[in-house]
């Protein structure tokens, strides 16, 4: 959980951000569509505060974060961190290219392929003083001992910096990556998948350690993963995302005790039981998956719904406060009453 008690003022907020990736087909490769893989989200995450984007694969999460980083273009809406915007794309407003080179020094990111992340022809000593040297945080001598530090803060030995990231295996490369994205001392870090390459035996060690960062460098942070069993103990709060949109948000608690969105109840009772007292009915989704370039009408898992009506194939439902900090978009959902929900 968070290090502290959590500011009001958010330090990153994310409002109807969407990213279109175009489809081009034929001799002429004229534009047909576009696959919609991120479709007008928003959230906010507090100083301090753990805040976990889950979902199935494909549902766009990793897409989410790397287009909150500025890393892919975005096609709509606004992101700012600490106040200040770095787009809105409904005013044509983008932070300065320089002005974003230094603020990646405060929004990190460790990715989640640990074989991919960092370069083969680098020794890892150049791969962590990289960002440091470019940002002149410190002369070389003083940015290899600080590598040195961050090697062994995260379970390596300090030799490593002499060796190539070919001689780690996967768990030992994540905490190089775990490493580098601490070396410029950032504020804000987005853990994307960062166990999900992994051998199960390594998983519950590298997600020790970066629990153990994040408290240490009293880092905001937006945890991807698609394990609601990991995510449920490690973030304070939780978005729920299928096809593209945040289907359903509230505290780790409200979403495991009560959770309102069909889809959300459908994740939650694929998580393996270890007592037996806690075995439930399995839900099984059927009916047609829907693809990111043709969403369906109205509400985008009606297709699988088994509680679907003819209103949720034809309108899409707005989001709706169940409780204090609880958002749900179903209409099965909504206040009746002033009191009771229909799921």
């Not at 070389?140 to 040195?148: I, Q």
């Not at 020790?208 to 709060?237: A, G, N, P, W």
């Not at 009772?269 to 059927?286: G, H, M, V």
Request: aromatic share 8%.
């Amino acid at each position: 959980m968070g290090y502290s008690l959590l500011d009001e003022k958010p330090v990153l907020e994310v409002a109807g951000l969407k990213k279109y990736f175009p489809i081009y087909k034929g001799v002429f490769s004229r534009k047909t569509g576009d696959i919609k893989a991120v479709d007008d989200i928003s959230f906010y995450i507090r100083k301090g505060e753990i805040l976990g984007l889950v979902g199935e694969s494909g549902c766009g999460k990793s897409t989410a974060g790397r287009t909150i980083l500025n890393l892919l273009e975005p096609t709509g809406g606004r992101v700012a961190f600490e106040g200040e915007v770095i787009y809105d794309v409904g005013k044509k407003e983008k932070i300065a290219e320089n002005r974003m080179r230094q603020l990646r020094r405060d929004m990190q990111i460790v990715f989640q392929d640990p074989y991919a992340s960092l370069d083969p022809r680098m020794n890892i000593g150049t791969i962590l003083t990289e960002g440091m040297l470019k940002h002149k945080l410190y002369n070389r001598k003083d940015a290899l001992e600080k590598a040195k530090e961050l090697l062994e803060l995260c379970g390596l030995s300090a030799s490593a910096v002499h060796k190539y990231p070919h001689e780690f295996s996967g768990g030992q490369r994540q905490r190089i990556g775990i490493a580098r994205a601490l070396s410029l001392n950032p504020k804000f870090i987005l853990g994307d998948e960062l166990i999900a390459a992994l051998d199960v035996s390594i998983q519950s060690q590298i997600l020790t350690l970066f629990q153990d960062m994040i408290e240490k460098f009293r880092l905001t942070t937006l945890f991807i993963s698609h394990d609601l069993s990991v995510v449920r103990y490690f973030c304070d709060r939780i978005c729920v995302m299928y096809l593209g949109s945040i289907v359903e948000s509230g505290s780790s608690e409200q979403l495991f005790l009560q959770p309102l969105h069909p889809y959300t109840q459908a994740l939650l009772s694929a998580i393996p039981k270890t007592t037996p007292k806690d075995i439930k009915k399995r839900i099984i989704l059927t009916g047609e998956v829907p693809t990111a370039d043709n969403p369906p009408s109205g509400c985008k898992f009606h297709t699988r719904c088994s509680y679907a009506t003819e209103r949720c194939r034809q309108e899409k439902p707005a989001e709706v406060e169940a409780e204090p900090g609880h958002l749900v978009s179903c209409h099965l959902a909504e206040k009746r009453d002033g009191r009771d929900y229909a799921i």
